[in-house]
């Protein structure tokens, strides 16, 4: 009895092991790969971020003046070349990197202002996904919007307080997966 016990617990062991191997080399495959990127114009500065601590390891200035939304765990933190960006966005086709699978999404300008301010709106959806949705909202120098694919939204806002994202050419944008948060 003392031996068959033994071996069940051996066996066990060797279960918990073989699990923490197996999630542990998943986890490696997405590390520093960040959750989203849009484009050839995105430029991460820090993946899978989950602190303010992070963010001034990295070297971001005045980091604890970032608006990080309330509940969100995993972040990344980028910055685009807004000018490559609007003319990919305008192409009608943009490259989507989600965990560095890529995805091609057709997208149109939503026509419902009469203005030019240098804002527009982008929607479309993703090709072959059936369960996608892309709406982009750029300006100059911004960058907000999300993209679904099959259940799971990813965020795309501005981090910087108003002042600061004006004194910059690229300012720090914050992306998210609903999959990080406690409200989606």
Known sequence: ??????????????LIVAAAIALGAGAQDTAGVPVLAVGDS???????????????AAGIPAPDELKIPKGVGRYDIVTFNHAALSREIEGGTLLLRVRGTEYLAEVHRMNFEQIDDDIDSYEGRIVGVGESDV?????????????????ETFRIEGVEPRARAERSASPLHII?????TGWF
């Open 176 to 180: 998210y997966s609903s999959r990080d």
């Open 1 to 14: 009895m003392r031996r068959s016990l033994i071996g069940g617990i051996a066996l066990l062991v060797c």
């Open 42 to 56: 995105t430029h991460v500065i820090v993946a899978g971020a989950t602190s303010v601590s992070d963010l001034a």
């Open 135 to 151: 709406l982009l909202t750029t300006s100059k120098n911004g960058l907000i919007g999300s993209v679904t694919l099959n259940g």
